[in-house]
């Protein structure tokens, strides 16, 4: 059974910083195979791509507009985990934050909650 599972969410002041981790278990040598990303998802908005990186087949790395410059993607294939160093927090930074992966099927985190307010 494939798991996704997020760590690292919290209460931070705005122009703080977090680091979620994604640790994914039952993929194994697979992991490298998927394209991971993290996304968002705030109260009344939809859920939205914050970051992506590519894996074995390539596609490099994604950030929205809205992050670039203030979060980092990268994955660890050895260890099958994907991290998003997040930056100069802002208030519309709180939101869900999920763990995706996607090669021929796709895969969920269950999310982490992140709260930038002073």
């Known amino acids: 059974q494939v798991q996704l599972v997020e760590s690292g969410g919290g209460l931070v002041q705005p122009g703080g910083s977090l680091k979620l981790s994604c640790k994914s278990s039952?993929?194994?040598?697979?992991?490298?195979?998927?394209?991971m990303a993290w996304y968002r998802q705030a109260p009344g908005n939809h859920r939205e791509v914050v970051a992506s990186i590519g894996g074995d087949g390539g596609g490099g790395t994604y950030y929205a507009d809205p992050v670039k410059g203030r979060f980092t993607i990268s994955r660890d294939n050895y260890k099958n985990t994907l991290d998003l160093q997040m930056n100069s927090l802002k208030p519309e930074d709180t939101a869900i934050y999920y763990c995706y992966g996607h090669w021929i099927d796709n895969y969920w985190g269950q999310g982490t909650q992140v709260t930038v307010s002073s």
């Open positions: 039952g993929l194994r040598f697979r992991f490298s195979l998927y394209s």
